[in-house]
C-alpha cells in the first residue's frame, strides 16, 4: 500500500503571521482576491481621487480658457456652436476673405457694397473688423484701402439677394442666420468669418454662462477651490481633534468629561448652520470658510480617536507596558496610535467629501467665499434664476460637486469595508 | 393664540404625558436614565448658546455698524448700540443673555421693521415642522427597507447597487438635486409646483391656525388649499427625504449585518425559523435600536438641509429665514435663530432616547 | 443504513471553509454512527473540529465552510439529498441544538415565551398562540423554572436557567436528536452539575439521544455513555466512555487524560502535553498526531495516515486511529 508523502512544512503560529501584516497599504495589495468586489470600490475611487488632485493642482492643462475669460457668447448651450458672422460671396466671385475686398486707386468701385441685416449685431462687427483691415492696409503702404458701403436691407433674403443679383459684393450675416436659408441661394457661399478664419467655432463643450464664461473651464477651475477647503479643513480638523481625543481618551477624569459634553454639543448641531454662522461674522474668504468646516469637524475625530484610545487603553497590554514603567508618551506612541491610524484614515477621506458638499452649500447660499471666485456652488446659485432657458449652468457643476464627492465617500466605504473586522466573514 | 404656541401643546401635551407614563410604569432603571438624559440637555443647549453669544461678540466685526450700513450716522449707531447693550461689559451681557434665554425673550429684529423675534420665528417654525417631518419619515423608511435588503443579500448585485446609492445620493448637494427635480417635474413636465408652500391665491382663502398648511385646510374644510399645499409639499420632501435616505441605509445595512452574525439568529435557524422572519423579526428588531439612537444626530443634518432645501424652494421656513437675516446682516435675528436650532435639536435628541429607553427592553427592565 | 438502533450516522463527512491561506479542512473524512437513546460526549481541542462538525450535521450556515463530501443519514434519509425548506422543518422539531452561551444565543429583545411559541407555531402553524403557550409554560415548569418566568426577557434570568431554556427550546417538539455544542462552557461547577442531572433525566425520560459536545473530559466522564475523541478534524479514538476512560487506546486521549489535574495523585507536577495543534491549513504528515506523541514511530507515523479501524482484541465499540494499535505497522513501512 504505497501512500503518497506529503511535505511538511513547519506551521508558522497565526499571530506571527498576523504582527508582520500590520503595515495596512501590504494588506490592502494582498486583500483583492480576498475582498473581492470591494477592493474594486476602493481601487475605483482612489482613481478618481487622485485624478481631482492631479486636475485641482494643474487645472491650466485641461481647462481650454481661464475662469474668468469671458470669451464666448452668452448662454450658449453646450453642443452649439457660437454665432460668428460670417462673410457670404457668390461663388463664382473668387472672394475668400474681407481682405479681397480691399480696394485701390485702379479699382473701378471704390466703396465696396457689403449687405448687411438693419439692426444686427453683425454690422458693428463688419465695422470694427474693417476698420482693423484698413489700419492694416495703410501701415503697409500699399495704397490699398478697405473702407465698405454698408447696404442695410430689412430681411435676410433681401440681403443674401442683393449678393445673388450682384449689387452688392458681399454680406456679412451670422451664421445660424446664413443657415436657415443657404438651400435658396445655390450660388452663393460663406468660405471664413470676417476676422478670416475658416468658420468654425470657439470650442465651448458644455456652453457658456451668462457672462460668456466658458463652462466647463470653470468647472476645471472649481476643482481646485473646492479641493482647498476639502483638505484644509479635514486637515485642521484631525490636527486638533486628534490629539484632543487622545489626551481626553487617556487622561480620562474632569478633563476627559468637560471635554466631551463639549464635543458632543457641537456634534449634535446642524454643522451648515454652525458654518454659516461662523462665515456670517468672520466675513467671506477662503481662510474663513476653512476654519469655519474645520471647527465643524474636530468634534468627529475628537469622538472616535478618544474610544479607540479609550479601549486600547484598558487592553492587558497596555497595563503590562505601564506596569514596567513606560511613560505616557511611549505608550501613546507605541501602543494608541497605531490603532487609531486606521479610523482616521477612514475618517479623513469621508471629512474631506463632507467637508466639499458643506463649502458647496455655503457658497450656494452666497456666504463664504467672495463672489468672484471660481466655485461650484456659486455658479450653481448665479445659475439658478436661468435655470429654465440655460440648465446646463446649474446641471454641470453640480455633476462636478457629486463626482468629486462620490470618489472620496467610495474610498472611505470601502476602505471601511477593508479594514472592519467586525464586518469581515469569520 | 401665536401658532408656535399651538404647535407647542399639539407635541408638548402627549410629550409629557408620555414621560409621566414612563415615570410611573418603568423601572427605577428607566427612570434614571430618563433624568440623565434630560440633564445633559440642558448643559447642551447652554453651550450651543453661548458658543453663538462669543462667536458673535468676541469676532472682528461691529454688527449694528454693519446692520445700519453706510445710512447710520454716529449717533444712530451710538444710540443702537446703548440700546442693544453693547457697550456693557461681555460678563453683563453674557448674564442678560442667559435671562433671554430662559425667558425666551429674542428681542426684536435689527433690520426690516423691527418685528419681535418670537413672531417671525412662530410663522416659520411650522413651516420648517412641515418640510422636516415627512422627509424624515420618508427617508426612514427607505433607508430601513434598503438597508435589511441589502444585509440580506450581502455581497451579491443588490447588495453593491444599493450600497452605490447609497454613497451616490449622499454625494448629491440637496439644493442641485432640489433644482434639478424643479428643472425636470417643474419645468419640463409641469407635474409639480416649483416654489412656495401653496398657490398665493388659493393661500389667501386659507385660515391658519396652526400654520401648518395641510392641517389648516382639514380644520377649515378647505379642499383645494389641502390639495395645493400637499402637491407644494412634495418635492421638496422627496428632495431632503432622499439625501437622508442614503444615511439611513447606510446605517441599517450595518447594524443588521453585525446583528446578523450574533449567535441567537444561528440559534433561531438551528430551530426551523424561516429566514424572511430571521431578518425580518429579529435581526431587525435588534438592528433598529441603535439605528434609532443614531436618529438623533441625523437631525443635525435634517436641519442643515432644510436649510438650503428652504432656500431653493422659496420655503418660508427657519431655515430660509436665517440666510435672509445674515444677509441683511441682523444679528440678533440671526443668534435667535441659531439658538432656537440649538433648542429643537437638544429636544429632539431627548425625544430619541424616550423612544429608544422604550424599544430596548434591557434599559427597560 | 437500515439499522433502527443507529439515528444518525455521518459517513465520510468532510467540510470545508475558505481562510486567507486557503481552504482549510475543517472536518476530514469523519465516519460516526449515534445510537438511539445514548449520550454520545465528543471532545476534542478547541479548532479539533467538534463544532464544525456539530453545526454541519443540521447543514447549519458556518461562516464560508461547506460540506465538500459524505453523507449524513438520520433516521434513514440522507440530510445531503434534502432542500432547504426540508431541512428547516427538520431544524427545531426533529434535530435541536443547544448552544454554548445562552446569553448570546437568546434573542434579547424576545420574551422567553415568545421563542418557545415561535419555534412551536413555526412547525405546528394548526396550534394557536393560546395552546403554544400553554406548551410553554409547561415545558419550563418541568425543567425547573416557575411558569411565570415565561414572560420574562433573557438578561432577567441567571446563566443556569438561560441554559435550560435552551434546553426547553430544543424540547419544544420532542426533538429526536439534540446537538449540544459546549453547553456547560460557560456555567460555574454547581450549575454545571445540575444541568448535567437535567440531561440524564431528560434522556432516561424522553428517550433523548444527545449529542455532547465539550472540551472538557470530566463533563464526558459523568453523562456520557460512549465517547469520541476527534484531533486536528480527524477522528483519533472512540469508544464505551468506562473503556476509554480506564484504558485510552489513543495517545492523545491518554494525554487527555493525564492532563486533568487530580488530587488523588501524589505527584507535583502538572502533566501538559507537548507542542500545540496543528494549523489546519497546512496540516502535518501522515498522522496528524506525530509530532507531538511520545510513542512516535519513526518510519510510519509521520509518513502513513492510520486507518480507523477496530484493534485486535478490543470489544466491538471500539475504534481507534493509532499505528500503535495497528496489527502490522512494519508491513506498512516496507509498503507491502
Redesign the interface.
Known amino acids: 500500500?504505497?501512500?503518497p508523502?506529503?511535505?511538511?512544512?513547519t506551521?508558522?503560529p497565526?499571530w506571527e503571521e498576523e504582527l508582520a501584516k500590520v503595515g495596512f497599504v501590504r494588506r490592502l495589495l494582498r486583500a483583492r482576491k480576498?475582498y473581492g468586489a470591494d477592493w474594486w470600490f476602493v481601487a475605483i475611487s482612489s482613481v478618481m481621487v487622485l485624478g481631482f488632485i492631479v486636475v485641482a493642482l494643474f487645472p491650466q492643462w485641461f481647462a481650454p480658457y481661464g475662469p474668468h475669460e469671458q470669451d464666448g457668447p452668452r448662454f450658449l448651450a453646450p453642443g452649439d456652436q457660437p454665432d460668428l458672422p460670417l462673410l457670404i460671396v457668390r461663388a463664382d466671385s473668387g472672394f475668400t476673405s474681407l481682405e479681397d475686398l480691399a480696394t485701390g486707386p485702379d479699382s473701378e468701385v471704390s466703396r465696396p457694397p457689403i449687405a448687411v441685416v438693419r439692426g444686427a449685431p453683425t454690422a458693428g462687427s463688419l465695422r470694427e473688423q474693417a476698420a482693423l483691415i484698413d489700419d492694416e492696409l495703410q501701415d503697409a503702404d500699399t495704397g490699398m484701402r478697405l473702407r465698405p458701403n454698408i447696404q442695410r436691407f430689412d430681411t435676410v433674403e433681401e440681403v443674401l439677394q442683393s449678393v445673388q443679383d450682384g449689387e452688392s459684393f458681399a454680406a456679412v450675416m451670422s451664421s445660424v442666420q446664413f443657415e436657415e436659408v443657404a438651400d435658396q441661394f445655390p450660388d452663393l457661399e460663406a468660405p471664413t468669418d470676417i476676422s478670416g478664419g475658416v468658420a468654425s467655432a470657439g470650442d465651448f463643450t458644455l456652453g457658456t454662462n451668462q457672462i460668456g464664461q466658458d463652462v466647463l473651464s470653470r468647472l476645471i477651475w472649481g476643482t481646485r477651490i473646492a479641493l482647498i477647503i476639502g483638505f484644509s479643513s479635514s486637515l485642521v480638523a484631525l490636527f486638533l481633534g486628534v490629539p484632543l481625543g487622545l489626551v481626553a481618551g487617556y487622561a480620562g477624569g474632569k478633563v476627559d468629561r468637560i471635554m466631551t459634553v463639549f464635543m458632543d454639543s457641537l456634534y449634535a448641531f446642524p454643522g451648515l448652520i454652525l458654518a454659516i454662522a461662523i462665515t456670517a461674522v468672520l466675513g467671506p474668504s477662503v481662510l474663513n470658510v476653512i476654519i469655519a468646516i474645520a471647527v465643524l469637524y474636530i468634534p468627529t475625530y475628537y469622538r472616535i480617536v478618544r474610544g479607540q484610545t479609550l479601549s486600547v487603553k484598558q487592553e492587558v497590554y497596555v497595563e503590562a507596558a505601564r506596569s514596567i514603567g513606560a511613560k505616557a508618551g511611549t505608550i501613546l506612541r507605541r501602543y494608541i496610535y497605531p490603532n487609531v491610524i486606521p479610523s482616521v484614515s477612514i475618517i479623513f477621506s469621508v471629512n474631506i467629501a463632507d467637508a466639499i458638499i458643506t463649502g458647496a452649500g455655503l457658497s450656494f447660499l452666497g456666504l463664504g467665499l467672495p463672489p468672484s471666485t471660481a466655485d461650484w456652488g456659486i455658479d450653481i446659485a448665479r445659475g439658478q434664476e436661468f435655470i429654465q432657458n440655460a440648465w446646463w449652468l446649474v446641471t454641470f457643476p453640480g455633476l462636478a460637486i457629486m463626482l468629486v464627492v462620490l470618489a472620496f465617500t467610495m474610498l472611505g466605504e470601502g476602505l471601511t469595508e477593508i479594514l472592519n473586522p467586525k464586518l469581515r466573514?469569520? | 393664540m401665536s401658532p408656535l404656541a399651538i404647535i407647542f401643546l399639539i407635541i408638548g401635551i402627549p410629550a409629557l404625558i408620555g414621560l409621566a407614563y414612563i415615570f410611573v410604569r418603568g423601572s427605577a432603571g428607566l427612570r434614571r436614565y430618563i433624568l440623565t438624559r434630560i440633564g445633559l440637555l440642558i448643559p447642551m443647549v447652554f453651550i450651543l448658546a453661548s458658543l453663538v453669544f462669543f462667536v458673535m461678540r468676541v469676532l472682528p466685526g461691529d454688527p449694528v455698524r454693519s446692520s445700519l450700513g453706510p445710512k447710520g450716522s454716529a449717533e444712530t449707531v451710538a444710540r443702537m448700540r446703548e440700546q442693544l447693550g453693547l457697550d456693557d461689559p461681555l460678563i453683563v451681557q453674557y448674564g442678560n443673555f442667559l435671562v433671554d434665554i430662559v425667558t425666551l425673550d429674542f428681542g426684536n429684529s435689527l433690520t426690516g421693521g423691527r418685528r419681535p423675534i418670537v413672531d417671525e420665528m412662530s410663522e416659520r417654525f411650522p413651516a420648517t415642522l412641515e418640510l422636516v417631518i415627512p422627509a424624515a419619515a420618508f427617508a426612514l423608511a427607505i433607508g430601513i427597507i434598503g438597508g435589511t435588503l441589502a444585509a440580506a443579500r450581502r455581497k451579491r448585485p443588490l447588495d453593491y447597487a444599493l450600497r452605490l446609492y447609497s454613497v451616490a445620493i449622499y454625494s448629491i448637494p440637496v439644493f442641485w438635486l432640489g433644482l434639478m427635480g424643479q428643472l425636470v417635474f417643474g419645468v419640463r413636465l409641469g407635474w409639480t409646483p416649483i416654489a412656495g408652500r401653496i398657490d398665493p391665491v388659493i393661500g389667501t382663502t386659507l385660515e391658519r391656525t396652526t400654520n401648518i398648511l395641510w392641517l389648516d385646510a382639514i380644520i377649515s374644510g378647505n379642499w383645494p388649499a389641502l390639495w395645493s399645499s400637499l402637491s407644494h409639499l412634495v418635492l421638496p420632501v422627496v428632495t431632503l427625504g432622499l439625501i437622508l435616505s442614503g444615511v439611513f441605509l447606510r446605517l441599517t445595512r450595518v447594524n443588521v449585518i453585525e446583528t446578523l452574525q450574533?449567535?441567537?439568529i444561528?440559534?433561531?435557524?438551528?430551530?426551523?425559523?424561516?429566514e424572511r422572519?430571521v431578518i425580518g423579526g429579529?435581526a431587525l428588531?435588534?438592528a433598529i435600536?441603535p439605528v434609532i439612537t443614531l436618529l438623533g444626530l441625523q437631525v443635525a443634518i435634517l436641519l442643515a438641509g432644510a436649510v438650503l432645501t428652504e432656500t431653493v424652494f422659496s420655503w418660508p421656513g427657519m431655515g430660509q429665514y436665517l440666510v435672509q437675516r445674515i444677509s441683511s446682516r441682523d444679528y440678533t435675528a440671526v443668534q435667535s435663530v441659531i439658538t432656537m436650532f440649538a433648542m429643537l435639536v437638544a429636544l429632539i435628541s431627548l425625544a430619541v432616547d424616550i423612544i429608544y429607553s422604550l424599544v430596548?427592553?434591557?434599559v427597560r427592565? | 443504513m437500515a439499522n433502527p438502533d443507529i439515528l444518525y450516522s455521518i459517513r465520510n463527512l468532510t467540510v470545508e471553509y475558505q481562510t486567507?491561506h486557503g481552504v482549510v479542512k475543517g472536518v476530514d473524512d469523519v465516519s460516526l454512527d449515534i445510537r438511539r437513546g445514548e449520550i454520545l460526549g465528543l471532545v476534542g481541542e478547541s479548532g479539533s473540529g467538534k463544532s464544525t462538525l456539530g453545526k454541519a450535521m443540521?447543514r447549519?450556515?458556518n461562516?464560508?465552510a461547506r460540506i465538500t463530501a459524505g453523507e449524513l443519514w438520520f433516521d434513514g434519509q440522507d440530510l445531503m439529498k434534502l432542500s432547504e425548506r426540508q431541512m428547516?422543518?427538520?431544524?427545531?422539531?426533529r434535530l435541536?441544538?443547544v448552544?454554548q452561551?445562552p446569553m448570546?444565543?437568546?434573542?434579547?429583545?424576545?420574551r422567553i415565551v415568545e421563542h418557545l411559541a415561535?419555534?412551536m407555531l413555526?412547525?405546528e402553524p394548526e396550534w394557536t398562540e393560546e395552546e403554544a403557550r400553554e406548551r410553554a409554560e409547561n415545558l419550563v415548569e418541568r425543567l425547573g423554572i416557575r411558569r411565570e418566568r415565561v414572560k420574562d426577557?433573557p438578561?432577567?434570568m441567571s446563566g443556569g436557567m438561560r441554559q435550560r431554556v435552551?434546553i426547553a427550546?430544543a424540547l419544544a417538539l420532542n426533538c429526536d436528536l439534540v446537538i449540544a455544542d459546549e453547553p456547560t462552557t460557560s456555567l460555574d461547577v454547581i450549575v454545571e452539575a445540575k444541568f448535567l442531572d437535567l440531561l440524564k433525566e431528560l434522556r432516561d425520560e424522553f428517550n433523548l439521544t444527545i449529542l455532547l459536545i465539550t472540551h472538557n473530559i470530566g463533563v464526558v466522564a459523568e453523562v456520557a455513555d460512549r465517547v469520541a475523541v476527534m484531533y486536528a478534524a480527524k477522528l483519533a479514538e472512540i469508544g464505551n466512555v468506562n473503556d476509554v476512560f480506564e484504558k485510552p487506546l489513543h495517545p492523545y486521549t491518554e494525554g487527555l487524560l493525564k492532563s486533568v489535574p487530580n488530587i488523588e495523585l501524589d505527584s507535583g507536577a502538572l502533566y501538559k502535553m507537548q507542542g500545540s495543534p496543528?494549523?489546519l491549513s497546512?496540516p502535518?504528515?501522515?498522522c496528524r498526531f506525530h509530532p507531538r506523541c511520545p510513542y512516535m514511530m519513526e518510519e510510519v507515523c509521520?509518513?502513513?495516515?492510520p486507518p480507523f479501524e477496530r484493534p485486535e482484541g478490543a470489544s466491538e465499540d471500539c475504534r481507534v486511529a493509532c499505528w500503535l494499535h495497528h496489527p502490522h505497522p512494519q508491513k506498512?513501512a516496507i509498503?507491502?
Do not use: C
Not at chain 1, 5 to 9: F, S, T, V
Not at chain 2, 266 to 274: F, L, N, P, S
Open positions: 500500500m504505497n501512500l508523502l506529503q511535505e511538511q512544512e506551521p508558522v497565526q480576498w466573514d469569520r | 450574533m449567535d441567537y444561528g440559534a433561531a435557524r438551528a430551530r426551523g425559523i424561516r422572519i429579529h428588531k435588534n435600536i430596548d427592553p434591557r427592565y | 486567507r443540521m447549519l450556515r461562516g464560508s428547516r422543518d427538520l431544524r427545531g422539531s435541536g441544538m448552544f452561551d448570546t444565543s437568546l434573542n434579547p429583545v424576545q415561535e419555534t413555526t412547525h426577557y438578561h432577567q435552551m427550546l496543528p494549523d497546512s502535518p504528515s501522515g509521520p509518513v502513513y495516515e506498512v509498503g507491502a
